[in-house]
């Protein structure tokens, strides 16, 4: 079953700027050091901290909450596995959030889903309860 699904649309250049005038104190604030660390190895650096920043507004979308109720932009974050799928991983408040949402007898997946097109960032969110066997 579905138990939330959030979207969120981020321009690329509006990102670039925030980069430019607020440098490491808005990194630092919103994403993880794994985050950083992708970022910064890719070319298109800028891109990357763009989707991600639509990723975790995804999530707290997805979670019913949006930015408020005591949720940290660090508590959502996106590390990739081996074959390039991101995946979104929760802790703090987000990860008992989650767990609060999800019935009895089920364990929840959050999906993600991120792509780009110059200026445009956007991600999409979906979390599912699955029953436990």
């Not at 321009?11 to 630092?28: C, K, S, Y």
């Not at 794994?34 to 989707?51: L, M, N, P």
């Not at 703090?92 to 767990?99: D, M, P, Q, V």
């Not at 007898?105 to 969110?125: C, I, K």
Request: with cysteine.
């Amino acid at each position: 079953m579905i138990l939330g699904i959030g979207t969120d649309l981020a321009n690329i250049d509006r990102i670039a700027g925030t980069l430019e005038r607020f440098g490491d104190r808005f990194r630092n604030r919103v994403f993880t050091d794994v985050e950083q660390a992708k970022a910064e190895r890719r070319r298109d650096t800028v891109g990357t901290y763009a989707k991600r920043w639509a990723a975790k507004e995804a999530c707290s979308k997805a979670l019913g909450t949006g930015l408020r109720m005591g949720i940290a932009w660090k508590d959502m974050s996106v590390r990739n596995m081996r074959t390039g799928q991101p995946v979104m991983e929760l802790t703090g408040w987000a990860a008992k959030r989650l767990e609060e949402m999800t019935p009895p007898g089920h364990r929840a997946v959050v999906h993600v889903s991120l792509t780009d097109d110059h200026p445009w960032a956007q991600a999409f969110v979906v979390i599912e309860a699955t029953p436990v066997d």
